[in-house]
């Protein structure tokens, strides 16, 4: 991946890479450090589980923290799905609420067909799924319009 960004930054090309767990977040972040040109704006998406040692990470590299809350799935009165495989760590799926506090840039977005497809929906959960929620809706609605444009 390191390749392929350094090969690419030059060209101003910006990644959109989907990264789930420590490991699938950690290697793209370590390949956008090791390679990015200044002003690009990477983006990693889904972030279903991330090592709290990266949080600080996105905000150094400029790296969007992109998001779907949508889905059933992903409320937490769901999470305890995950426990068997993953523990404790099973609390903090998807930080939306590490990631904003520890100011990383952040996008909500759509996982269509994997959940709904409206907007309002999404927003709705980012901020009522505590305690992995955004502190408001403008912030919500931020995430979903003017940070992603």
Avoid: C
């Avoid at 990693?44 to 150094?60: G, I």
């Avoid at 799905?81 to 930080?95: C, L, S, T, V, W």
């Amino acid at each position: 991946m390191t390749h392929y960004i350094r090969e690419l930054a030059p060209l101003e090309f910006d990644f959109h890479i989907h990264a789930i767990g420590d490991r699938g977040v950690r290697e793209p972040l370590n390949a956008i450090q090791a390679g990015q040109m200044p002003g690009q704006r990477h983006r990693l998406t889904h972030l279903e589980q991330v090592d709290p040692a990266d949080y600080d990470r996105f905000k150094a590299l400029n790296v969007i923290a992109d998001m779907q809350v949508a889905g059933e799935f992903t409320q937490p009165e769901n999470w305890s799905e995950n426990e068997f495989f993953i523990g404790d760590r099973a609390e903090n799926f998807i930080p939306l609420r590490d990631l904003f506090e520890a100011n990383a840039p952040i996008t909500l977005s759509s996982d269509w067909d994997v959940s709904s497809l409206n907007p309002f929906v999404e927003m709705q959960n980012a901020v009522t799924r505590s305690p992995q929620n955004l502190p408001s809706l403008a912030e919500a609605m931020k995430a979903y319009t003017i940070h992603a444009a």
